[in-house]
């Protein structure tokens, strides 16, 4: 326990300095970006008081032409979007409202997400954000608050989750952070990503970019993970090292490092570019997971088991910095944050006892099957905001109905589907083990 605070201890100090440093130097939102309260609305002058949310001084902006005064909500807090190419320079180019109302049934819904995406962390060691982040945007939740608070909530989860998979023996402290390190500098990039889609098209250019990447990589990654799933489950069950990895294995290029409990010797240069793009999509989408296990799967040669432990120690790192990064922009709504954290550290302890009574394909039968559920979640949504960037042509309201209804239950079947593999699997094993101590006992007493 001692040799785990202090690494961790080395690992956030740097951390913290650097945090301290983009403090210093106000790392915000861009120019064209004003966060703050719509006060007043003028119709017949088509021009809105806008009062900032650093200064609190009072301006005027004119909207934008398809913009329309009765669609402009008052005393709320909002995202605007400027026009960079208008003459004035203060006219709106957009307008999105950061934070949600809160109701009963969108906290209990949160709670639940939570307790699900929790379950999901411990057990796959992804941070649980490909169902948080969709859940969140199918509430209301803008794309970029839900990607930051998704971020806030998940570092306090993972270091809870690697801590409890670390004492079953399953995490690598020494690859987890390895992978840290350049996933910080994936993190960084990332966010410089996600602010300039956000300045450039504003919040459904934001909701467009996270649910494409999601879409794509969900179903690139899912798909290969349930075809690998599916040969293991026909054969032994038991996971082998893939060509690729042993072929990166064989890569000689110094510094090579040994990672104890993942039991393999690798290229440090290998590990880079899985650690990099890890953080980058983290920061982007809030995911990173569903490339880091599998990249130390299929890449280093890591087992499953050993694979998602060592994840949680890396979304730790990346959570903790970019909360930071992200709270530097006033995008992190912290209800949410607290709400999902509330159940999901329940949840992701319940995960990680269930690694202990599972082979390694019942892991990657459940990542998979989530990921390609939650692209059908995401792909549906992709029309309606390619239609708001009037990139195609205006939807029908019953179209919208439709594609809504489906982003919404296919994400409800993702929850609930992954869920009952989970708590399914986990009871099978605890029964098996528990035969399997009482017929050794019986042997003894016999």
């Known amino acids: 326990m001692k040799k785990l605070l202090m690494i961790l201890m080395f690992t956030l100090l740097p951390l913290s300095l650097s945090a301290q440093a983009a403090l210093a130097a106000g790392d915000g939102p861009s120019k064209d970006m004003l966060k703050g309260i719509i006060t007043e609305v003028h119709a017949p002058e088509r021009t809105i008081t806008f009062q900032k949310d650093d200064t609190k001084e009072l301006i005027t902006l004119a909207l934008g032409e398809k913009m329309q005064p009765e669609d402009i909500k008052l005393n709320q807090k909002v995202l605007i979007n400027l026009d960079k190419h208008a003459e004035t320079g203060n006219v709106m180019k957009d307008v999105s409202i950061m934070f ?209 432990a060592t994840e949680l120690i890396i979304a730790f790192v990346m959570g903790a910095w970019g909360s930071v990064q992200w709270g530097l922009s006033g995008l992190i709504d912290i209800r949410l944050a607290l709400l999902l954290l509330a159940t999901s550290l329940i949840g992701v302890q319940l995960g990680a006892l269930g690694t202990t009574y599972v082979k390694d394909y019942i892991i990657k039968v459940v990542m998979a099957t989530t990921m390609l559920i939650v692209a059908i979640s995401r792909g549906v949504k992709v029309p309606g905001y390619l239609a708001d960037l009037e990139l195609i042509s205006p939807l029908e309201p019953g179209t919208i109905a439709l594609f809504e209804g489906i982003s919404f239950w296919a994400l409800v079947v993702a929850l609930g589907s992954a869920g009952l593999i989970i708590i399914v699997a986990m009871i099978k094993g605890m029964t098996a083990d528990s035969r399997s101590k009482k017929t050794i006992l019986g042997v003894s007493n016999g």
């Open 100 to 308: 949600i109302d809160m109701t009963v049934s969108k906290l209990l819904a949160l709670l639940v997400i939570g307790a699900i995406g929790g379950l999901l962390s411990g057990f796959i060691g992804s941070g649980g954000a490909f169902v948080m982040t969709p859940a969140m945007m199918s509430l209301g939740v803008p794309g970029a608050v839900a990607v930051a608070s998704n971020m806030c909530h998940k570092f306090p989860k993972a270091m809870v989750g690697a801590y409890k998979r670390w004492k079953y023996g399953q995490a690598d402290i020494k690859l987890g952070l390895v992978m840290a390190v350049t996933a910080v500098i994936g993190v960084q990039i990332g966010i410089k990503i996600q602010k300039y889609i956000l300045a450039q098209f504003g919040g459904a250019g934001s909701n467009l970019y996270i649910s494409a990447v999601f879409m794509v990589v969900l179903v690139f990654v899912g798909g290969y993970v349930f075809y690998d799933a599916w040969k293991l489950a026909k054969g032994s069950g038991e996971a082998t090292v893939g060509k690729l990895a042993l072929r990166m294995q064989k890569i000689n290029i110094p510094p090579m490092i040994h990672f104890k409990t993942a039991n393999i010797t690798i290229s440090a240069w290998i590990t880079i570019p899985i650690g990099v793009l890890t953080g980058m999509l983290a920061a982007t989408i809030a995911v990173g997971g569903f490339v880091g296990v599998p990249g130390m799967i299929y890449v280093f040669g890591v087992s499953a088991v050993v694979a998602s």
